[in-house]
């Protein structure tokens, strides 16, 4: 009987773990080879889940010993609540773990932390593309029909 998966917070050991799975995050948006994030991107991102002063935290999902996903939130202001949102910045799972409830496991565990925060709202993005995930956030949430638009510089 395998081990039961557990969603706990990220931890400096987990370094040597984390990388490939944030690396395969970015891979599955584009970003791998020449249009990898800087490594000290990724430095800077690992270094804020350790400094009490960054809004930014990383749960990771465990079984045998292995991590097999990750989330990665924040906490910010906002114009229309006094308690902070958080948003759901990324997730991942490895290719194994998918269809094992681990991506609605570390969703859970978000969902938690930010109850614990007070935050009354827990939202986050993906690409019209990502209909896999689209149909595990049909069940944990609801699409709020807004469209997302940006300007890089």
């Avoid at 949102?85 to 932390?113: H, M, P, W």
Wanted: aromatic residues 14%.
């Amino acid at each position: 009987m395998p081990s039961p998966i557990v969603i706990r917070p990220v931890v400096r050991q987990d370094f040597e773990q984390w990388l490939p799975l944030w690396d395969g995050y970015n891979a599955f948006y584009g970003r791998s080879g020449e249009t990898a994030l800087p490594g000290e991107i990724t430095q800077m991102t690992w270094s804020r889940f350790f400094d009490a002063y960054e809004p930014v935290h990383a749960l990771v999902a465990e079984g045998e010993g292995q991590l097999l996903g990750l989330v990665h939130y924040l906490f910010h202001r906002s114009t229309t609540a006094i308690a902070p949102n958080c948003y759901l910045q990324d997730l991942f799972t490895t290719q194994a773990s998918r269809g094992k409830g681990i991506g609605r496991a570390l969703i859970e565990g978000v969902y938690e932390c930010a109850q614990a925060a007070g935050s009354g709202r827990v939202y986050w993005l993906t690409h019209e593309t990502n209909h896999t995930a689209m149909k595990l956030y049909d069940k944990v949430a609801e699409h709020s029909g807004f469209v997302v638009y940006r300007k890089l510089f």
